[in-house]
């Protein structure tokens, strides 16, 4: 259940949402409890179902706007943003960078497919070799690193756009 729940996190990015596509996909195996039982690697299998589960309700549910954190905190708390930093950890400016470079990052996988954001959250993020993803998806490992690599030029390119929008030869100097 655990390591569902982790793989349903790293598909959805919400921990409800995880929550609901784990139990979405026990309730749908309960009556298939003796199949369960002669399923000889039951993780991958397991896995397997999840993600086609994970794909099925994200085409039921198109994609819904999502609302700013700024329109759902008040001026206050925004203010009070730096003053929560503990000076002992790391300076604000550090950790600012790193949020922002988070937020960047975030920005940009949303921008991909739910298939290549999870090929590179299974493979580059939680480390899983190439050959349990391409059980789990049931497609030859061949085919999982020619999509790993369009993946990641995808990303090199969507990064490159999010960080430096006009490009190098567009750029005004001082």
């Known amino acids: 259940m655990q390591s569902m729940y982790a793989f349903a996190y790293r598909l959805t990015g919400q921990r409800d949402d995880a929550e609901d596509l784990v139990q979405d996909v026990m309730v749908k195996l309960f ?3 003796e199949e369960l039982e002669e399923v000889e690697q039951l993780r991958p299998w ?6 086609r589960q994970f794909i099925d309700n994200t085409r ?9 954190v700024s329109t759902l905190t008040d001026g206050a708390d925004q203010d009070s943003f730096l003053d929560s930093f503990d000076a002992h950890t790391q300076d604000a400016f550090e950790c600012i960078t790193q949020e922002q470079l988070a937020g960047t990052l975030a920005r940009v996988m949303e921008r991909l497919s739910p298939d290549q954001r ?4 299974l493979h580059d993020a ?4 190439q050959e349990d993803i391409a059980q789990v998806l049931n497609v030859p490992v061949g085919t999982i690193k020619s999509r790993l690599h369009r993946c990641r030029a995808k990303l090199r390119e969507l990064l490159q756009k999010e960080v430096e929008p006009f490009g190098h030869r567009e750029r005004v100097s001082d």
């Open 31 to 33: 009556p298939r409890l």
């Open 46 to 51: 397991l896995n397997r179902v999840l993600y």
């Open 60 to 68: 039921k549910k198109g994609r819904q706007n999502e609302v700013s």
């Open 118 to 121: 999870t090929l590179l959250l």
């Open 126 to 129: 939680d480390g899983w070799r």
